[in-house]
């Protein structure tokens, strides 16, 4: 037996996933507006070169603009803060037991 999801619950998703989109374009934004243009550009550069080399695509598949590429690049480095922290400016919290 299946069960049908409650009214409403795809209109909630709907919004939800809409809101998280939104969030995360602004959270990559932000990060590039702290970028010189240099810096900017050698982030796309290395986001595009990334995704054409690790990407193979059929014949009539639709290829993403270097834009959404670099976009959707620094959006995974926002989620991965310490895995990137050249472009995240993350650094480790430090506990006061730790300090010597």
């Not at 209109?11 to 959270?27: G, K």
């Not at 595009?48 to 270097?66: E, F, L, N, W």
Request: contains cysteine; charged residues 25%.
């Amino acid at each position: 037996m299946s069960q049908q999801p409650a009214p409403g619950a795809d209109a909630f998703l709907v919004d939800y996933f809409a809101a998280r989109e939104a969030q995360r374009t602004a959270d990559v934004n932000e990060l590039l507006s702290r970028c010189t243009d240099r810096e900017a550009l050698l982030i796309k550069e290395a986001a595009v070169m990334g995704y054409v080399q690790g990407t193979r695509h059929s014949a009539g598949q639709d290829i993403p603009k270097d834009r959404q590429i670099a976009f959707g690049v620094l959006a995974a480095c926002l989620v991965f803060p310490d895995l990137y922290p050249t472009i995240t400016g993350w650094t480790p919290a430090t506990d006061e037991d730790d300090e010597p």
